[in-house]
């Protein structure tokens, strides 16, 4: 492998490892805020962790499609 697709796929693993944490807070406020208005009332503790482990999956799918998309346009840009 050469060096610019080295440098693609760490930068890729580098960007989505720091959008991950941000990601999964928005999509879980908004799903816990759905989830919320949908029942009419406030969640419990087991419900909330319930939906932040069902929240993961979805974060990671975004985050790394989104990574590695942005990376190949900045990539084909400018190299």
Not at 9 to 15: E, F, R, Y
Not at 27 to 39: H, M, S, Y
Not at 41 to 68: C, G, H, M, N, Y
Request: net charge positive; charged share 30%.
């Amino acid at each position: 492998m050469d060096g610019i697709r080295i440098w693609y796929w760490i930068s890729s693993i580098g960007l989505a490892a720091l959008l991950f944490r941000p990601a999964k807070k928005v999509i879980l406020t908004q799903r816990v805020r759905k989830t919320e208005r949908k029942l009419d009332r406030q969640l419990t503790e087991d419900e909330r962790l319930d939906l932040e482990k069902r929240t993961i999956p979805i974060a990671v799918f975004i985050v790394t499609t989104f990574s590695f998309l942005f990376n190949s346009v900045i990539m084909n840009k400018y190299f």
